[in-house]
């Protein structure tokens, strides 16, 4: 009987960051073997981005590690690097760089054949439909054109990691769907992807595997059918759920009065309020 088992492509064990006295992330455990499409969702200031930097080796855990496809990334960290595509939130390019010369420079950077990156260079813009854009310097490039030579430079090098932090931002409708279809290839052909998204209905078209952090910890995670079954109100969205494990009593209750002094002229608010509606009781008698 064969019991070998499978190397996850990405694994962190109890791993926490602290910058000083804040705890962004705080004890994370996670595996995900090839080819799962991971979608992490997250309130601002959840631990997020200091989760993406801890796993594509931009940041050192405070205490735990974290491994990709088995290396452990503080040990061997271009060794682990070599393996990762990444994309972050802010697509950066150097300026003077036409979007081909970034990526044979990124070749360069993973080693790469120069006949292989010329070859992916071409199959690339053809994907993304860059045009003669590809020969244009980055700094006539609008966010859009940016964020598809970046997609791009990761998927250069065919890695088994693929990290792409808010994937759709500044991409039109039409690009928005060739990249979700790419990842979902990419996962098919084995790829892990681990992607963070503020876009929650994208999350739960694409995702084979979902998991929400707050407050520097995982609160769940599941497939989109296994979380609705955490859910108390049985939602039939992700984001619907999202918000019912995200938002506490206390944060509900200060959106409500948020939105009423927005909402309401200044007489009613002031009607509404409990000492208004008390000073009113005791006219009345």
Do not use: C
């Not at 769907?177 to 990419?186: A, H, M, N, P, S």
């Amino acid at each position: 009987m064969n019991t070998s088992r499978e190397v996850p492509i990405v694994e962190l064990k109890h791993v926490t960051k602290r910058f000083g006295d804040t705890v962004a992330v705080d004890s994370l455990d996670l595996s995900l073997p090839p080819g799962t499409l991971f979608g992490f969702i997250g309130p601002n200031g959840a631990g997020k981005t200091t989760t993406i930097k801890l796993i594509t080796g931009l940041l050192q855990p405070t205490a735990g590690r974290v491994f990709v496809n088995g290396i452990d990334i503080r040990h061997e960290p271009e060794r682990a690097k070599r393996l990762i595509g990444y994309v972050p939130d802010n697509p950066f390019l150097y300026d003077v760089l036409t979007g081909r010369e970034f990526l044979r420079f990124v070749g360069r950077l993973y080693r790469m054949d120069a006949s292989l990156v010329e070859r992916r260079i071409g199959e690339l813009f053809e994907l993304f439909q860059v045009g003669s854009w590809g020969d244009f310097r980055a700094e006539e490039y609008s966010h859009g054109m940016r964020q598809k030579i970046v997609i791009s430079a990761a998927l250069l090098h065919q890695p088994k990691l693929i990290v792409i932090d808010e994937p759709m931002v500044g991409l039109d409708p039409k690009s928005i769907r060739l990249v979700k279809r790419i990842l979902e290839y990419q996962s098919r052909m084995g790829t892990a992807i681990f992607m963070s998204t503020h876009t929650l209905a994208v999350a739960e078209e694409i995702s084979s595997l979902v998991g929400i952090i707050d407050r520097g910890r995982v609160i769940a995670q599941g497939t989109v059918a296994e979380l609705r079954r955490l859910s108390r109100e049985r939602h039939r969205t992700l984001e619907d759920l999202y918000l019912e494990l995200t938002t506490s009593p206390e944060e509900s209750q200060r959106e409500v009065e948020r939105w009423l002094n927005m909402a309401l002229p200044p007489l009613l608010r002031e009607m509404l309020r409990p000492e208004s509606r008390n000073e009113r009781v005791l006219l009345d008698q």
